[in-house]
């Protein structure tokens, strides 16, 4: 069956959409949530497995308190209050991805509740409410085998590596967003966004949602305006921040379409796919909720210290938002100046390249430039590009010495980009350095009032914008390489001529 | 009035995977009530000075300091293992041919 979907535009128009992000991140830490085996990527199958995260007959979990403290940590830096009492739970199923039968998580008693994240939106604050922050235990890896292209479905038996089993993972979940009409998308990508860069400036987690250690899953519904929300999906596999855009997107015109034809919406769990940009169905939700929660009683409940608390609450770094309000007052820019800076994610780069000696101006001149450009061109991150900030401090330094002209800089650039090395070896190397030898720059340019008597002539009598001609001359001797100002004043010199 | 119904149980197996026939709920289901309503006994000392609690120790915060200590080699791991493969735990089939659609 094909049906043409319909217009994103048209369903937005109709239906509003209520969104709701529940993001997992993998802590940053040495060893694992409730065992001392370490948590480093790339080791052989079952090379970081002892009896706790194998779940053997007799072993004891204990929480590791880096752990707890890094989901504080979170929980402070997203608003919420600290439980000062909590327990574990075990959430019970049976999916061979946990040896133990079931998942060390937390239900009903969360270690951090009620928060918010501000957002900005097309330079519009949003205020996202943040329902639980909680502590729970990674699963481990799951090959399929026998199906078509590693697929459960079709497989025949599975084999199973523990190493990522008991990972410290923490799970934050906002409430529900209603209200957000057609920004819903970006509404979710800037949360996710600014999720990331919170998480990134406490150190807590590498962040990398290519590779994992940050997942987002996506619930979506629609309804229409004045009516109950909707039956929600849940989209999984949403694995970098312009998927978060296109998985909401997308979803949003599959339950308009299904509606509008008079369907309803089964509430289930469904698939992002990154080549297509759509979703699939996958597993129903409807027999699968029944995890029979219950206090973990392997484990005694955590009871955060205040005096802890607030000891964590006082240290927290500054948060990417009150940093990039600092940045901006003292780069001294307007607002849509930085957003452009934002949305070429270029603040790092630019805060680097000045903290290595550049002024702002120039700074933001050559990343939102010519690096920028060579970006969009050829498809890589801004951060990916092959120069460094410290070269392009250097690089500046150069041109401030007179050393390069802007132009010249530019060809010094492209070298750098090529991985030539440091600004001021290619220029030594490539022989691009400003002719400001006096001597030699003379030379030229006697040379060329020699080589253009006529012109000459003109210039002595008083058409000084004659010569622009000899200058022009002199450049093209230099091979570009002395600064055209300092030609034009050495010419009108050596004629005698006021400039 | 029973403490566990026949539907429960049969619930409860159906969620552990457990293959229960018509005869075993049955059976289970009797046994199952006996133990439950034997444990609800303790409900009736329940006074108002004790608080429910999921723990017999009152300890909280037995926490670990992030050190790494010594795992098992993947030999150890799997030792145990009813089945193993390329070093990692061989299982059946996860999903029953009649779901896997
Ligand atoms: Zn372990």
Redesign the pocket.
């Given at each position: 069956m094909t049906t043409t979907l319909p217009a994103y535009d048209e369903v937005v128009a109709r239906y509003e959409p209520v969104i709701g992000l529940e993001t997992h991140v993998e802590l940053g830490t040495n060893?694992?949530m409730?065992?001392?085996?370490p948590t480093d990527f790339g080791g052989a199958p079952n090379t970081?497995?002892?009896?706790?995260?194998?779940g053997l007959p007799g072993s004891l979990p204990v929480a590791n308190r880096a752990a707890v403290e890094a989901t504080i940590r979170i929980g402070l830096a997203l608003n919420c209050s600290i439980a000062q009492w909590c327990r574990f739970a075990r959430k019970n199923y049976y999916y061979p991805d946990m040896p133990k039968n079931y998942q060390i998580s937390q239900y009903d008693e969360p270690l951090c509740v009620d928060g918010y994240l501000d957002v900005e939106v097309n330079g519009e604050p949003v205020r996202i409410s943040i329902e639980r922050v909680h502590m729970e235990e990674d699963t481990g890896k799951t090959l399929h085998v026998g199906g078509a292209t590693g697929r459960i479905h079709g497989a025949t038996e599975s084999l199973v590596d523990?190493n990522r089993?008991?990972i410290p993972l923490v799970e934050i979940v906002t409430k529900p967003i209603p209200g957000a009409g057609a920004m819903a998308p970006e509404v979710a990508r800037a949360y996710v966004t600014e999720l990331r860069d919170v998480l990134r400036s406490l150190g807590v987690s590498d962040v990398r949602m290519e590779e994992g250690s940050l997942r987002c899953d996506v619930n979506t519904s629609l309804n229409l305006p004045g009516e109950q929300w909707g039956t929600r999906t849940e989209t999984k596999n949403v694995n970098s921040l312009r998927s978060v855009e296109r998985a909401v997107r997308s979803e949003i015109i599959r339950q308009a379409s299904v509606l509008t034809a008079g369907g309803r919406i089964t509430q289930e769990t469904r698939h992002f796919h990154e080549d297509t940009g759509d979703t699939t169905s996958g597993r129903s939700k409807e027999t699968a909720t029944d995890y029979r929660y219950f206090p973990e009683p392997d484990l005694v409940p955590v009871a955060p210290d205040p005096t802890w608390v607030a000891e964590l609450k006082a240290a927290l770094p500054e948060l990417p938002r009150v940093h990039r309000r600092r940045l901006q007052q003292e780069w001294g820019l307007s607002d849509l100046d930085m957003q452009s800076i934002l949305n070429a994610g270029a603040v790092e780069l630019i805060e680097a390249t000045i903290a290595a000696g550049a002024t702002p101006t120039a700074a933001r001149k050559w990343w939102l430039g010519e690096l920028s450009r060579r970006a969009n061109e050829t498809g890589v991150e801004l951060a990916d590009i092959g120069a460094t900030p410290k070269q392009v401090a250097e690089l500046q330094g150069l041109v401030d010495a007179g050393k390069l002209t802007d132009k010249l800089a530019r060809t010094v650039l492209e070298h750098v980009v090529a991985g030539e090395g440091s600004p001021a070896k290619i220029m030594a190397d490539r022989k691009l350095e400003v002719v400001s030898d006096t001597g030699a720059l003379t030379a030229a340019v006697d040379e060329a009032i020699s080589a253009n008597p006529a012109i000459a002539d003109k210039v002595r009598g008083g058409k000084v914008a004659a010569a622009g001609a000899l200058v022009g001359a002199v450049m093209k001797t230099t091979r570009g390489q002395a600064d055209a100002k300092t030609v034009r004043e050495l010419i009108l010199e050596r004629l005698g001529v006021q400039g | 009035m029973a403490a566990i119904s026949r539907e429960e149980v049969a619930h409860l197996a159906r969620l552990s995977r457990l293959a229960v026939t018509e005869e075993e709920l049955a059976t289970l289901a009797g046994q199952l009530d006996v133990i439950l309503q034997a444990v609800a006994q303790v409900g009736e000392v329940t006074a108002a000075d004790i608080p429910p609690t999921s723990h017999s120790v009152p300890l909280t915060n037995v926490l670990r300091d992030d050190v790494v200590?010594s795992?098992?080699t993947p030999q150890e791991a799997l030792s145990g293992a009813p089945d193993a493969a390329e070093q990692r735990f061989r299982v059946p089939r996860i999903l029953d041919e009649d779901v896997a659609s």
């Amino acid at each position: 069956m094909t049906t043409t979907l319909p217009a994103y535009d048209e369903v937005v128009a109709r239906y509003e959409p209520v969104i709701g992000l529940e993001t997992h991140v993998e802590l940053g830490t040495n060893t694992k949530m409730f065992c001392g085996c370490p948590t480093d990527f790339g080791g052989a199958p079952n090379t970081r497995v002892c009896p706790v995260c194998l779940g053997l007959p007799g072993s004891l979990p204990v929480a590791n308190r880096a752990a707890v403290e890094a989901t504080i940590r979170i929980g402070l830096a997203l608003n919420c209050s600290i439980a000062q009492w909590c327990r574990f739970a075990r959430k019970n199923y049976y999916y061979p991805d946990m040896p133990k039968n079931y998942q060390i998580s937390q239900y009903d008693e969360p270690l951090c509740v009620d928060g918010y994240l501000d957002v900005e939106v097309n330079g519009e604050p949003v205020r996202i409410s943040i329902e639980r922050v909680h502590m729970e235990e990674d699963t481990g890896k799951t090959l399929h085998v026998g199906g078509a292209t590693g697929r459960i479905h079709g497989a025949t038996e599975s084999l199973v590596d523990y190493n990522r089993a008991g990972i410290p993972l923490v799970e934050i979940v906002t409430k529900p967003i209603p209200g957000a009409g057609a920004m819903a998308p970006e509404v979710a990508r800037a949360y996710v966004t600014e999720l990331r860069d919170v998480l990134r400036s406490l150190g807590v987690s590498d962040v990398r949602m290519e590779e994992g250690s940050l997942r987002c899953d996506v619930n979506t519904s629609l309804n229409l305006p004045g009516e109950q929300w909707g039956t929600r999906t849940e989209t999984k596999n949403v694995n970098s921040l312009r998927s978060v855009e296109r998985a909401v997107r997308s979803e949003i015109i599959r339950q308009a379409s299904v509606l509008t034809a008079g369907g309803r919406i089964t509430q289930e769990t469904r698939h992002f796919h990154e080549d297509t940009g759509d979703t699939t169905s996958g597993r129903s939700k409807e027999t699968a909720t029944d995890y029979r929660y219950f206090p973990e009683p392997d484990l005694v409940p955590v009871a955060p210290d205040p005096t802890w608390v607030a000891e964590l609450k006082a240290a927290l770094p500054e948060l990417p938002r009150v940093h990039r309000r600092r940045l901006q007052q003292e780069w001294g820019l307007s607002d849509l100046d930085m957003q452009s800076i934002l949305n070429a994610g270029a603040v790092e780069l630019i805060e680097a390249t000045i903290a290595a000696g550049a002024t702002p101006t120039a700074a933001r001149k050559w990343w939102l430039g010519e690096l920028s450009r060579r970006a969009n061109e050829t498809g890589v991150e801004l951060a990916d590009i092959g120069a460094t900030p410290k070269q392009v401090a250097e690089l500046q330094g150069l041109v401030d010495a007179g050393k390069l002209t802007d132009k010249l800089a530019r060809t010094v650039l492209e070298h750098v980009v090529a991985g030539e090395g440091s600004p001021a070896k290619i220029m030594a190397d490539r022989k691009l350095e400003v002719v400001s030898d006096t001597g030699a720059l003379t030379a030229a340019v006697d040379e060329a009032i020699s080589a253009n008597p006529a012109i000459a002539d003109k210039v002595r009598g008083g058409k000084v914008a004659a010569a622009g001609a000899l200058v022009g001359a002199v450049m093209k001797t230099t091979r570009g390489q002395a600064d055209a100002k300092t030609v034009r004043e050495l010419i009108l010199e050596r004629l005698g001529v006021q400039g | 009035m029973a403490a566990i119904s026949r539907e429960e149980v049969a619930h409860l197996a159906r969620l552990s995977r457990l293959a229960v026939t018509e005869e075993e709920l049955a059976t289970l289901a009797g046994q199952l009530d006996v133990i439950l309503q034997a444990v609800a006994q303790v409900g009736e000392v329940t006074a108002a000075d004790i608080p429910p609690t999921s723990h017999s120790v009152p300890l909280t915060n037995v926490l670990r300091d992030d050190v790494v200590a010594s795992c098992l080699t993947p030999q150890e791991a799997l030792s145990g293992a009813p089945d193993a493969a390329e070093q990692r735990f061989r299982v059946p089939r996860i999903l029953d041919e009649d779901v896997a659609s």
